[in-house]
């Protein structure tokens, strides 16, 4: 009887351990917030900086290698104060400059992987690790127009950032595969940024 129950014993804990390591390997696909602050300019902005760990899934990495580049979104939203985020919202749909866009591809010939910032700015890494650090890292990004922020405090100011894989520039079957398989849908969620005074 008492062999018995030791053998449950070890087995209901052998099979914790199981679930414990494929949770850990679950987590461990994604993207998560590393730093996520601001800083109140004196001209009145937004200065932000902020850093993610990226995580690919093993389809993602082979589609990667095999030569599709994958987009990915760091955007922010101004939530408060009210009138100044109002404001915001109609310059960015007039303006668009709530977002920066990076570009990460893999280059066979150099085996280099390459990370874009926008339109003009890249820069090549010797290992995927090191090139997915420079996903979403960003510092002293300036948003929103000068003087928006003048006179208010720190306290006042709530705003979020969020960095998320641009299914939409997928080639179209990756696309489909984006939209059916979960482990494609690579998205922070919106994190509240610390803001601090100038």
Same mark, same amino acid.
């Given at each position: ?5 030791? %053998?449950? +014993? ?22 998560? +917030? ?14 932000? /900086? ?6 690919? #899934?093993?389809? %993602? =990495?082979?589609?990667? /290698?095999?030569?599709? #580049? ?8 101004? /939530?408060?104060?009210?009138?100044? @985020? ?16 990076? =570009?990460?591809?893999?280059? #066979? ?36 127009? &000068?003087? +928006?922020?003048?006179?208010?405090? @720190?306290?006042?100011?709530? $705003? ?10 997928? #080639? &179209?079957?990756?696309?489909?595969? $984006?939209?059916?398989?979960? @482990? ?11 803001? /601090? $005074?100038?």
């Amino acid at each position: 009887m008492a062999f018995t129950t030791r %053998l449950s +014993i070890k087995l209901s804990l052998f099979a914790a351990f199981v679930l414990c390591l494929y949770v850990t390997d679950v987590r461990a696909e994604g993207i998560s +917030i590393i730093r996520a602050q601001a800083t109140i300019t004196r001209n009145g902005q937004l200065s932000i /900086n902020s850093r993610f760990n990226l995580q690919l #899934p093993d389809q %993602l =990495k082979q589609a990667l /290698n095999q030569g599709v #580049p994958l987009n990915f979104d760091l955007n922010y939203q101004l /939530n408060a104060p009210t009138l100044a @985020s109002y404001r915001n919202r109609i310059n960015n749909l007039i303006g668009g400059d709530n977002l920066i866009q990076f =570009k990460l591809a893999y280059h #066979p010939l150099t085996s280099r992987y390459r990370v874009s910032m926008g339109p003009t700015f890249s820069t090549e890494y010797n290992s995927l690790d090191t090139a997915l650090k420079a996903i979403g890292a960003v510092a002293n990004w300036r948003v929103l127009s &000068k003087g +928006i922020l003048n006179g208010v405090s @720190s306290k006042e100011v709530h $705003a979020d950032i969020r960095l998320s894989l641009s299914i939409s520039q997928l #080639p &179209k079957p990756f696309q489909i595969n $984006a939209l059916t398989s979960h @482990s494609w849908q690579l998205d922070s969620g919106w994190h509240q940024l610390t803001i /601090n $005074a100038d």
